[in-house]
């Protein structure tokens, strides 16, 4: 790696290390049926069959797609949610945190936002400005407060591996770079409590973000005004969980730990994820 990339990828380290149960903060509810893993079923419309309910938007992050909701999508699904799991552009915070405000400003009705790692950051900026948002739900991701960078936030609880798990190509015009994980190092420091057969597949599939992008500083957080959940990833070795439970209490989030879970725990234990957005749903609505 050269010189001019190295401060780039301690940029990326801090600002896209974007994931029995130890409650930290309010303790989420439990779904409609304890143990069964699911979301409370939502009642519907008669004259339409449609989903009453809100509507809950799955944000991925950095080196994952929307595929990575798959488990939790398909749950609240059978359980009558109205669902949308965007393409989260990656680019910067200000542009993805816009194109998601204005995916948002077209749902009809309440909308939970829920953000994986990076996405977290999105949700806690777009949904400013929409009356309609009624809940944030966190899972193992970033929730800035105002002027906040990821880095900054990262410099502060040290534990990650993302950086030395890098790997950068430059964009067109030298300026800036793309980062992904080393597929080598991509189980271990991204998906450890997956199988490698899986993770084989994520690694060569694996959407990066840009560097440049990635560094800007988020606005006034959402989590101020809007409820939220948080999911914590015991065991993460990308956004250290130490910080994952330190943004949690600051926001005031009703916080679940999944001890042993690994960055993408809405892969490994989707149904601790749905209880948890099916908490958010029954207490906003």
Do not use: C
């Not at 430059?170 to 597929?183: C, K, R, S, V």
């Amino acid at each position: 790696m050269t010189s001019e990339v190295h401060p780039r990828r301690r940029v990326l380290g801090g600002l896209i290390a974007a994931g029995g149960a130890l409650v930290v903060g309010a303790t989420a509810h439990a779904s409609a049926d304890p143990g069964s893993g699911t979301a409370s079923r939502v009642e519907a419309d008669g004259a339409t069959g449609r989903a009453t309910g809100a509507t809950v938007v799955l944000v991925h992050g950095v080196f994952a797609d929307a595929s990575g909701w798959n488990a939790v999508t398909a749950r609240l699904l059978e359980a009558g949610h109205q669902v949308l799991a965007p393409a989260n552009p990656l680019r910067d915070l200000d542009g993805d945190s816009a194109y998601l405000s204005s995916v948002v400003a077209t749902l009809p009705g309440p909308v939970i936002l829920v953000g994986h790692s990076y996405g977290g950051e999105v949700i806690t900026n777009a949904a400013r400005g929409h009356d309609h948002v009624k809940a944030l739900v966190y899972v193992a991701a970033f929730a800035p407060d105002e002027g906040e960078s990821a880095l900054r936030l990262a410099g502060r609880f040290p534990g990650s591996e993302l950086e030395g798990a890098l790997v950068t190509r430059p964009l067109p015009g030298g300026t800036d770079a793309d980062g992904y994980i080393d597929p080598a190092k991509f189980h271990r420091v991204f998906a450890a409590d997956l199988p490698r057969a899986t993770t084989r597949v994520m690694a060569v599939s694996q959407r990066p973000g840009s560097l440049n992008g990635l560094s800007g500083a988020s606005g006034v957080p959402a989590w101020r005004t809007v409820p939220s959940w948080y999911v914590v990833a015991g065991a993460d070795r990308v956004i250290p969980p130490a910080l994952q439970r330190f943004m949690a209490e600051r926001a005031r989030s009703r916080t679940v730990e999944v001890e042993g879970a690994s960055h993408v725990v809405m892969m490994s234990h989707p149904d601790v994820v749905v209880r948890q957005i099916t908490a958010a749903y029954r207490a906003t609505r």
